[in-house]
């Protein structure tokens, strides 16, 4: 089992846009865990792997818009 050290190394380890499609999966699907890989990213330098805090919020907003729409489409069919 990987301790908390080693999954942070693997998530900063990402290339960009798998670190861009990654957390936009886990806001669709698991906010915490969002959360929790966000911080990852927020709080390491971009050297050592870390993103931008202004495109982790933009990329966490387009996710969420994303997902409000679709459920929207999800809901309106299933009152058709």
């Known amino acids: ?3 908390a050290e080693e999954i ?3 998530y900063l380890s990402l290339s960009y846009s798998k ?7 886990l806001a669709e699907k698991d906010f ?3 959360m929790i890989v966000s ?6 330098d ?4 870390g993103l931008p805090s202004n ?3 933009k990329e966490l907003e ?8 679709i459920n929207k489409k999800q809901n309106k069919n299933i009152i058709l």
């Open 46 to 49: 971009v050297e050592n792997g």
């Open 19 to 25: 670190k861009i499609f990654t957390l936009n999966k």
């Open 62 to 69: 387009l996710s969420l818009k994303k997902k409000y729409f």
């Open 1 to 3: 089992m990987e301790t």
């Open 8 to 10: 942070k190394k693997r």
């Open 32 to 34: 915490t865990a969002y």
């Open 39 to 44: 911080n990852y990213y927020r709080y390491a």
């Open 55 to 57: 495109l982790i919020d």
